[in-house]
């Protein structure tokens, strides 16, 4: 069944949304981004062939000479000489004007439509480039702790080198170890550069600069704990009712079932009257003719009626194109709000549990190491771990926001009004 009306369902929010810089940097591409800009110039040509559609045809004004004598061309020698006037005005079958109307009705639905999907679109575009920058940019300061880690073990296993407490081979592991964060922190800035052009693209170019947080600050982590993805139900009401995608798909459909009118009544006789005046010359008296026309559908069979079954078959395939759409989008609906829930309880075991646990056990590694309680490799291991932690804190945070935003472009949800 297909969605006629856009009714208010039950709110799908997240504290992801919220993150300061994210509401205004979308303003900023909804602002500037020509492919929308283009959507609406579209919506506007539609909504301008409404009246065109439904007019009358042009009036035909027809003027000539008739029974000229071409040899001395005296215009009063014969009576049948005339010059006539006449105007033809086409009056289409009852009904085919509404049918045309329709459908350009029908067009600027589509438009307006297609308009909205594309800016639902964008929308999870600029979330998705948002977060992918917060989290290359939180990324930065988490390798510089690190380096800070490995600059303190690299201070420990020097003093216990020079002590004779420790073999040289962990004061140049931990030097390697530093050598390998210095590599690692050009794949970081590399990210963050990636992930700054594709911002830039969607807003038509450079900007001002973009606010992200520290998606692993304290500010950020607790918000995402009062979230919670709405039930099953309740999300594909909303995909029914206000999915982008859908209404796109129905207005199409809604189109082609206009369109079927149109070839049904195109067989149908459309009327022609014309009025006619002939002057004549020498004082005669002026002739005045009234006409009437009526088309013949004479190949129908092979003209209108292949076109109304087309038109019938294409109204039937963008049905099922809705039906089939509607099917797919309710299956990525399940696939995103399980992969959401599942991202929420990571996000929160990391930070609650993980990460705590694996500071806790950074540091007791390095001391531990200073009185030579246990191996140097064991002081890079918990290092490393608290790093690839935080790391994954922070991506579960990006990849988090970004599926919000794209199942908030998938139910129609525009959070950002």
């Known amino acids: 069944m297909l969605a006629a009306a856009r009714p208010s369902a039950a709110r799908a929010q997240s504290a992801v949304f919220e993150v300061p810089g994210l509401r205004g940097y979308v303003e900023r591409v909804l602002q500037r981004n020509a492919g929308l800009r283009a959507a609406e110039s579209r919506l506007g040509a539609a909504e301008r062939r409404i009246a065109p559609a439904g007019s009358l045809p042009d009036p035909m004004l027809t003027f000539g000479a008739m029974a000229v004598p071409v040899t001395s061309f005296d215009l009063d020698r014969e009576p049948m000489t005339q010059f006539p006037l006449m105007v033809q005005q086409r009056f289409p079958f009852p009904g085919k004007q509404a049918a045309a109307t329709a459908v350009a009705r029908g067009d600027s639905s589509v438009a307006y439509a297609g308009r909205d999907a594309l800016e639902a679109g964008l929308v999870a575009a600029a979330v998705r480039a948002y977060y992918a920058v917060a989290g290359a940019e939180t990324a930065l300061p988490i390798w510089r702790a690190r380096v800070a880690l490995a600059d303190q073990a690299i201070a420990v296993a020097q003093v216990r080198y020079e002590t004779g407490t420790a073999p040289q081979t962990d004061l140049l592991r931990a030097r390697l170890r530093r050598a390998e964060l210095d590599e690692e922190r050009r794949e970081l800035e590399a990210a963050v550069a990636s992930a700054g052009a594709r911002l830039d693209a969607l807003r038509a170019g450079p900007g001002e600069a973009v606010f992200t947080p520290l998606l692993i600050s304290t500010a950020v ?57 002939a002057v004549r010359g020498g004082g005669r008296e002026t002739f005045v003719s009234a006409l009437v026309g009526v088309s013949v559908p004479l190949y129908a069979g092979r003209k209108q009626g292949p076109a109304a079954e087309a038109a019938r078959l294409d109204a039937a395939a963008a049905e099922q194109r809705y039906d089939d759409l509607a099917a797919h989008l309710t299956g990525e609906l399940g696939a995103a709000a399980a ?79």
């Open 221 to 277: 982590v607790p918000g995402l704990r009062g979230d919670s993805v709405p039930p099953g139900s309740v999300l594909r009401q909303a995909l029914i009712e206000r999915s982008p995608p859908l209404l796109a798909a129905a207005a199409e459909a809604e189109r082609a079932r206009r369109t079927v009118r149109v070839f049904a009544v195109a067989g149908r006789p459309d009327f022609t009257l014309g009025l006619q005046a």
């Open 339 to 417: 992969d959401l829930a599942a991202l929420r309880d990571r996000i929160l075991q990391t930070a609650d549990e993980i990460l705590p646990l694996a500071e806790a056990a950074s540091a007791s590694a390095l001391q531990r190491y200073q009185v030579g309680a246990i191996e140097f490799t064991a002081v890079l291991d918990a290092q490393d771990d608290l790093f690839r932690a935080q790391l994954r804190l922070a991506r579960l945070i990006a990849g988090y926001g970004a599926a919000w935003g794209d199942l908030a472009a998938l139910i129609g949800e525009e959070w950002y009004r």
